[in-house]
């Protein structure tokens, strides 16, 4: 994990550093009722942060199925587990009781 990091993650946090350094000119954004100066980097990094908020809201919608599918088979192993125990408990009973039961012999003229 801490290779991910520093391959990954440091250059684009170094990336989004220098572009802030860079872009610090100030700009008017006109939202119908106010206007806002704004550095251009914090108009980009607010972007960018929305959209990645929007993203994960979405893929986490759309990831509901797949959780219930999860769910559901959560449930379905529990109850196979407990048909299992309950089919092993019988049969230690029957081989238990199999082992208890005696069957005469035949005498040996008889066959």
Do not use: C
């Not at 206007?35 to 809201?57: D, K």
């Not at 299992?84 to 005469?104: F, G, H, N, Y």
Request: proline share 4%; no cysteine; net charge positive.
């Amino acid at each position: 994990m801490k290779i991910f990091f520093w391959i990954v993650v440091l250059p684009i946090s170094l990336a989004v550093l220098v572009f802030a350094v860079v872009n610090t000119q100030m700009v008017d954004v006109d939202l119908f009722v106010y206007t806002i100066a704004m550095p251009l980097f914090a108009i980009a990094l607010v972007g960018v942060f929305v959209g990645f908020i929007w993203g994960g809201l979405i893929a986490w919608l759309h990831a509901g199925k797949a959780r219930q599918r999860a769910r559901d088979y959560a449930r379905r192993v529990e109850s196979e587990r407990r048909e299992t125990a309950i089919v092993r408990e019988r049969l230690r009973k029957l081989e238990s009781a199999e082992k208890q039961a005696t069957i005469p012999l035949l005498p040996a003229n008889a066959a």
